[in-house]
């Protein structure tokens, strides 16, 4: 059976069970227990995390709201666009050295009512100018629910509902399937 590999922050983690229930037959869904926080912490972490993890055929990667964070209230986000970038561009280097066959889709970050939709919109843009560099698939999630956010947002602002989940991994796993 293929095996599929969701990277990501807790948004990842809240679709994840969802998308593996309706890849359920035609693919194994695993994903680190952890919260992948942003692109840097991915990028660290994925060495210990993937010798825990089965090989995967097909990795979907979604990192960004952590990135896009003014966590200290310093007027910048957590991660500088060029650190954002330079990040991504590793992930994926680490992933196709790691697993030389597997086919990575990136995934682009939803909007919130934390973030700023043009700074959301602009750290998308560094998302699609890696895969562009490294010729993959982007799975676009930011118009799922730009828009909507008051329909699929939870109290904090930046989680979704069960109802936003379900949509998420419904677009997660259709462009997963595409690549198994």
Known sequence: MKQVLLLGDSLRMGYEPV???LLDGKAQVSGPQENGRWAGYTLNSIRFWIPELPTP???HL???LWDLGDDYEL???FSLPEEYESALD???IVLKKQFPRVKIILATTMPTL??????VIAYNDIIKKVADKHSLPVNDL???????LEQYLCPDQMH???EGFALVAGQVATTIEAYL
């Open 19 to 21: 998308v593996r229930r």
């Open 90 to 92: 590793r992930l994926v």
């Open 75 to 77: 007027g910048r986000p």
């Open 62 to 64: 979604n990192n960004g």
């Open 160 to 162: 979704l509902t069960q």
């Open 57 to 59: 055929d097909v990795v």
């Open 142 to 148: 930011f118009p799922l629910i730009d828009g909507k």
């Open 114 to 119: 934390v973030h700023d939709r043009d700074a």
